[in-house]
C-alpha cells in the first residue's frame, strides 16, 4: 500500500474515532479540521494512485463528512433557484 492511501486510512480512523467522542458543537469543528487536512491528501492520493482511487477516496470522505456535504448542497441549490 502506498504512503498516501495509509495516510488516507489514518484520516478514517482518526476521523471515526473523533465522532464517538462527545462535542458542544455537533462535531463541527472537527469536520473542519478534517476536511483542512482530507482535501490535500485527497490530492496526494489522485497523484499518487490515480483517478479512481482518488475518487474512492473522495466518496469514502464524503460519507465520513456527510452533513457538511448536504449542507453544502442545500446552499448550491438555494443559490441557484434565485
Same mark, same amino acid.
Given at each position: ?7 488516507? !486510512? ?25 476536511? !483542512? ?22 466518496? !469514502? ?22
Amino acid at each position: 500500500m502506498t504512503l498516501s492511501l495509509t495516510l488516507a !486510512a489514518v484520516w478514517a480512523l482518526t476521523a471515526n474515532i473523533l465522532a464517538m467522542i462527545p462535542s458542544r458543537d455537533n462535531h463541527w469543528r472537527r469536520a473542519y479540521v478534517l476536511i !483542512a487536512l482530507g482535501i490535500p491528501l485527497l490530492g496526494y492520493v489522485t497523484y499518487e494512485n490515480g483517478p479512481w482511487w482518488g475518487l474512492a477516496v473522495l466518496l !469514502a470522505g464524503m460519507s465520513v463528512l456527510r452533513w457538511p456535504v448536504i449542507y453544502l448542497g442545500r446552499w448550491v441549490k438555494r443559490r441557484l433557484s434565485r
